[in-house]
C-alpha cells in the first residue's frame, strides 16, 4: 500500500521538538509509516478488531524539507497469530530512500484493549 504525505510546517524537527531544523521531523517520519501500515493491517481484521504497534526498528536515512512529499511504502511480509509484521520504506519526490522501517503490529479487540485502561 502506497500513500503520499505533504511536509507541513508544523512537523519539523524545530516544530516538535526533536531537533533544532526546518526538516521533516523523524517522529513525524514514523507517524507516516505507522498510519499506512495501521491502514493496510485492517484488511485483516474482524468487526470489533483494530491493531497496535507492538515494535519498530526504525532508520531515517535522509532529510526532507517542508513542502517536499514523501511517498510510504508499506508491505505485510508475515503474519503469525494476531501478529502482522510489515516492512516499510519512505521516499522524496525524487525517488531518493528518506526512511525505512520493519514493524510489527497486533490484531486486538478494541473493547478489551481499552478495558486495560481502566
Do not use: W
Not at 498510519?35 to 532508520?59: M, P, R, W, Y
Not at 508475515?78 to 516499510?88: A, C, D, E, M
Not at 519526490?93 to 490484531?107: D, L, M, P, S, Y
Request: glycine content about 6%.
Amino acid at each position: 500500500m502506497k500513500k503520499v504525505f505533504t511536509v507541513r510546517p508544523e512537523q519539523s524537527a524545530k516544530q516538535v521538538g526533536s531537533g533544532e531544523l526546518e526538516v521533516l521531523a523523524s517522529p513525524v517520519l514514523l507517524a507516516y509509516m505507522e498510519n499506512v501500515a495501521s491502514e493496510i493491517c485492517l484488511s485483516h481484521c474482524q468487526g470489533s478488531e483494530t491493531t497496535v504497534g507492538i515494535e519498530v526498528d526504525f532508520k531515517h536515512l535522509a532529510p526532507s524539507a517542508v513542502g517536499s512529499e514523501i511517498t510510504i511504502d508499506a508491505d505485510i511480509k508475515k503474519i503469525k497469530k494476531n501478529v502482522i509484521s510489515l516492512v516499510i520504506q519512505a521516499s522524496d519526490q525524487n525517488g531518493q530512500t528518506v526512511g525505512e522501517a520493519k514493524h510489527k503490529r497486533a490484531i486486538v479487540n478494541t473493547e478489551k484493549f481499552m478495558a486495560k485502561l481502566k
